[in-house]
């Protein structure tokens, strides 16, 4: 293989990966630089023109990817490609539809959803690949597919904030769940139909049916051994998780907050 060849060759965390990554952080603060005098409604817009993009290259991608002759051996012992399989309700590509609808209604448990499970969801396809998609040229049409797709969610997720449609809260952090598991019951449901209508026997739309061998989850069935039920436990992950992330959004407001007191006295 040439070196240019190896050059595009992406995979979690290599150079490549990095470099992509950065160029749709760098999108991202460009964009939030230039809306940052414009009025909400325009960012709303611009957020949500964004998403639908996404979609229709999200479309456009698993076209592609339904008519890849490497694909379809790669993915035979997966029972091949089915459309029924690839639609955006995913954990992450189902925000391609929620974040417009988020923002346009500003609503705060939808807004959190978004933002917290949106970006995780994205980033954890993109370092944990499945078959097909890791170690394969950049170049190819189902790679750039996506990664284009799931960087892209990352970014639109992480603008609700940068574009300051959204700030964290604490409060946040029940209703945030609450929206989780709502969801993923309605996905679940989805999964059923499509099981028993035959349309797509194997529908495991956000984990919700099985496993797929994935070890935390394998660790939540052993506690849980239900379809569905066992994903309760990861209501308490995202909790955590936000708390985390709210925790550091709460000390830059306290900063600034002290910063802002200190000049008052000053003057």
Known sequence: MSSASEFWII??????????????????????LVLRRKEDRTRRLVLSAACLVTFIGFFA????????????????????????????????????????????????PLLSFCFFVGSLGAVMALCMPTTGFDGYSLLLPRMLGFYGTHFMIVIEALAIVTFGLYRPRFRDVP??????????????????????????????????????????????????????????????????????IISGFALADLLKKRKKDREEIKA
């Open 11 to 32: 995979r979690p965390f290599n150079a490549l990966f990095c470099a992509v990554f950065a160029a749709f952080l760098l999108l991202l603060t460009a964009a939030s």
């Open 61 to 108: 991608y698993k076209y592609f990817l339904s008519i890849d002759a490497d694909f379809k051996v790669i993915n035979a012992g997966m029972g091949g490609f089915n459309w029924w399989g690839e639609l955006p309700l995913h954990l992450c590509n189902i925000n391609m539809i929620l974040i417009p609808i988020a923002v346009m209604t500003d609503k705060r």
């Open 175 to 244: 209703m945030t769940i609450v929206t989780l598991l709502a969801i993923g019951l309605v996905i679940f449901c989805v999964n059923m139909l499509l099981r028993w209508s035959g349309l797509h026997p194997k529908a495991n739309y956000f984990f919700a049916v099985e496993t797929e061998g994935n070890f935390v989850l394998e660790l939540f069935y052993r506690l849980l051994p239900y379809p569905f039920l066992y994903l309760l436990p990861c209501a308490l992950v995202l909790g955590a998780y936000q708390t985390v």
